[in-house]
């Protein structure tokens, strides 16, 4: 059996189940923890632009509320469903607790293809979902953010619909409903770059503490949306070389860089890396057998399999999507040495920098970029730091078991302190 064919919820139980198992979590514990505390899906209907209808089914899974408000993205994407959506809620947990900031754990979607509808669908689609969802989501209850396939106006768009929707002394309280939306509705500056931002920040706590030197490193990026340009173009100015880059068209290489910002302008102009001049065109086997310092994948789960892992040859491998590893090919490339910084770490600038922004709606503040990267900075480093002594502690090798290990452990002791209600 391909190991992809194992639900993504199963894969985040697994990977849940070894940081457990390092700090000693009771077995009752476990089975609290383990499992989402609410699943709400909304089957909502929609007028098309033709006049007929539509129904859309949407998800928000609010897996825990124990350090702080439920707190996830929303996934426009066609294969959304209920068990992917528990594993993205599950991830966000750990993130958070992981970073130690005052949130839990939530995700959202809508099982479609926004491509597929001109900008007024898509508009009643994003207000009828929050309308649908009702008072299960709320600016200190669950607060939604962009993910795969919604942006900053989307957000604008939840926002302004809670806000139609609750009682006008509440109206200006509002904007901390959603983060990540658009600077001139309460945004914060740097939340666009925020995951990549994070990606590299974690990068170069990894490369001073293995003496390792980003620039001049080479690096293939799989996916070139939101995360994966804004990692590229940020490596860059560091010094990096982006040599290969792959999307749902293909692939592309070029020994001596790829101009991570004309590529930028390039996907945002024609869809995809297809065509750009600035690079040759090459197979998808071609790219994860790319000779390589680091390999970052930025695109959707399950993309390093047990077939393609064998042929990776980076040095490390950069996890800037959620579940991008699957349990055998992780096995697969421990066995082989390859370094793996795990996602929970490495992709979390974006929840990191939504509580800023939360932070800064609630106290009528804006900050600036330098004082957000700088916030970021240190949260991260503070983060990655505690994964290296984790390490230590547990003595294992594995940066995910340990980034498991601080996370569940403050969850353990907070559970442990307030006990079971009754």
């Not at 539509?54 to 929303?74: A, D, E, M, T, W």
Request: charged share 25%; with cysteine.
């Amino acid at each position: 059996m391909p190991d992809t064919d194992q639900g993504l919820f199963a894969t985040a139980l697994a990977q849940f189940e070894r940081g457990a198992e390092l700090v000693g979590m009771s077995a009752d514990l476990r089975s609290i923890i383990s499992q989402p505390k609410n699943e709400i899906i909304v089957n909502f209907p929609v007028r098309m632009t033709d006049g007929g209808f539509r129904v859309f089914r949407g998800y928000r899974i609010q897996h825990s509320n124990l350090l702080g408000p439920y707190k996830g993205g929303v996934r426009f994407h066609p294969a959304v469903d209920l068990d992917e959506v528990k594993a993205l809620a599950s991830w966000m947990t750990w993130k958070s607790a992981l970073c130690d900031i005052p949130f839990g754990g939530a995700k959202g979607g809508i099982a479609f293809d926004p491509h597929a509808h001109d900008q007024d669908e898509l508009e009643r689609i994003v207000r009828r979902f929050t309308h649908s969802l009702g008072g299960n989501i709320g600016p200190d209850h669950d607060i939604p953010a962009p993910d795969l396939g919604s942006n900053a106006q989307t957000m604008v768009w939840m926002m302004d619909t809670y806000a139609n929707s609750t009682g006008a002394t509440e109206r200006q309280n509002v904007k901390r409903f959603v983060t990540g939306k658009t600077l001139e509705t309460g945004g914060s500056p740097g939340r666009e770059k925020a995951t990549g931002q994070g990606v590299v920040f974690c990068l170069q706590h990894w490369a001073d503490e293995v003496g390792f030197d980003l620039s001049g490193a080479s690096v293939s990026i799989q996916g070139w949306g939101n995360v994966g340009s804004a990692t590229g173009r940020i490596l860059q100015v560091h010094g990096a070389r982006v040599t290969a880059v792959a999307d749902h068209a293909g692939a592309i290489a070029d020994e001596d860089g790829i101009d991570a910002f004309d590529l930028t302008d390039w996907v945002q102009e024609h869809g995809s890396v297809a065509g750009f001049p600035g690079a040759g065109w090459i197979e998808n086997e071609d790219f994860w057998s790319a000779d390589v310092d680091m390999l970052i994948p930025a695109a959707i789960e399950n993309q390093v399999r047990a077939d393609n892992a064998p042929k990776i040859r980076a040095k490390v491998i950069v996890e800037a999507a959620n579940g991008p590893t699957t349990l055998e090919a992780e096995k697969l490339l421990t066995d082989r040495g390859v370094e793996i910084l795990p996602d929970i770490l490495v992709n979390a600038g974006g929840v990191i920098v939504s509580y800023f922004e939360w932070v800064q709606n609630r106290s009528a503040q804006r900050w600036s970029l330098d004082d957000v990267d700088h916030k970021l900075r240190d949260v991260l480093w503070k983060a990655c730091d505690a994964v290296v002594e984790a390490q230590k502690e547990f003595g294992t090798k594995s940066r995910r078991d340990a980034a498991y290990a601080v996370a569940l452990g403050r969850l353990q002791t907070v559970y442990q302190q307030r006990g079971i209600f009754p």
